[in-house]
């Protein structure tokens, strides 16, 4: 969601729900609780992070991501469900080890926030129904039209300073989760939503789905797990799972698993 650095890799996973509990201190300078990697995630974000349609079960790429890291590091998983608007201030205020959810990685986070080796190549799209009477190819081509998005993601800064900058008339329309931005475009309430490519992945793919994408509108974004800045020593173990993840082909795996193909992608910085 949610850059400026290359392209590193794809992957996922299905995991078990632990529920929250008391913490201690960070056992051995790693993790916040003995033998638990707790995880912030806004829980609502398919096919990246989202409940089973039994309502309590995560399921998902980071969640599937976040089980084979805590594995490869001799640790269970715990999520903490966070709305996206708070959920930076968890990390630093010690609610979460890390957060692991479609977090894209930017100059100005990394300012603020430790950052692992990107997981994930992402872009945004603009999405359409497929009846639309008008049909964007650019940035450019949306004036006039209303637009939808998730607050307080990269859709979000790229939509406004996008606006800004060009002084054009769009009518926006905000909404705190992804979910609510398709359900207004398949109401005809909004024309267009800027959105995750990772993320559009899964409404295309669904039957007789009424979404066509019209426009790449940028294409340098990666996700990457996120920590509270000076955090290295666990920042450095989330970095070693991540190669053995890619060494022993789990990403490979998840990926084939969540999006039905092999979209892990070989990096330089690999």
């Known amino acids: 969601m949610k850059v400026k650095i290359p392209v590193l890799v794809l992957f996922l996973a299905s995991l078990t729900f632990f529920p929250l509990c008391g913490r201690n201190k960070q056992s051995g300078g790693l993790t916040m609780k003995a033998g638990v990697l707790t995880v912030g995630m806004e829980i609502g974000y398919p ?46 205020t010690g609610k979460y080890d890390c957060i692991i959810s479609s977090v894209t990685y930017t100059e100005e986070r990394a300012q603020k926030f430790n950052f692992t080796k990107p997981y994930v190549a992402n872009s945004q799209l603009l999405v359409v129904r497929k009846d639309a009477a008008v049909k964007p190819k650019s940035m450019e081509e949306i004036k006039g039209l209303r637009l ?8 979000d800064t790229m939509a406004t300073e996008w606006i800004e900058r060009t002084g054009s008339k769009v009518e926006v329309f905000e909404y705190d989760k992804v979910m609510n931005c398709f359900d207004e475009l398949t109401l005809n309430r909004v024309d267009v939503i800027l959105v995750d490519s990772v993320v559009a992945a899964e409404y295309l793919s669904r039957p007789n ?12 974004e990666v996700l990457a797990v996120c920590l509270k800045k000076g955090n ?26 969540v999006f039905g193909t092999d979209v892990v992608l070989v990096s330089s910085v690999r």
């Open 148 to 155: 939808t998005y998730q607050a307080e993601t990269t859709s």
């Open 232 to 257: 290295s020593a666990l920042t450095d173990a989330l970095n070693k799972a991540l190669d053995e993840l890619w060494a022993d082909g789990t990403l490979k795996s998840i990926s084939q698993k």
């Open 47 to 92: 096919p990246m992070e989202y409940f089973d349609v039994d309502g309590k079960t995560p399921m998902g790429f980071d969640v599937d991501l976040a089980k084979g890291l805590a594995a490869k590091m001799g640790l269970q998983v715990e999520f903490v469900d966070t709305a996206w608007d708070g959920i930076f201030a968890g990390v630093d």
């Open 209 to 220: 789905n009424p979404y066509e994408i019209t426009a790449e509108v940028s294409n340098d």
